[in-house]
Nanobody, 115 residues
């Protein structure tokens, strides 16, 4: 069983900053790539960023240069530092990883960026 719990979402003005955190637990949760996805109302869920156990990072073009994903030394938590936020970043953000061929999701945390 894998459990993912996100925190840190909220309301921020355009140009502002938020830091999301995801705590992972359960078998395999520290041995796989951890990712952030987001889903805006009426839109497809989309990839945002990922970090491997070795620290290899990947970003969607839409957030590259603005967001930074990081993972702690114990590989039990992944953060998403979101800078220069835009209204288009408004979405529910989900932490996710694949264990045993199944993708697990956190409950999501709302990020709202006002004009």
């Amino acid at each position: 069983q894998v459990q993912l719990v996100e925190s840190g979402g909220g309301l921020v003005q355009a140009g502002g900053t938020l830091r999301l955190s995801c705590a992972a637990s359960g078998s395999g949760s520290s041995t796989n790539v951890m990712s952030w996805f987001r889903q805006a109302p009426g839109k497809q869920r989309e990839f945002v960023a990922s970090c491997s156990t070795s620290g290899i990072r990947s970003y969607a073009d839409s957030v590259k240069g603005r967001f930074v994903i990081s993972r702690d030394n114990a590989k039990s938590m992944v953060d998403l530092q979101m800078n220069s936020l835009k209204p288009g970043d408004t979405a529910v953000y989900y932490c996710s990883l694949v264990v045993g061929g199944e993708r697990y999701w956190g409950q999501g945390t709302q990020v709202t960026v006002s004009l």
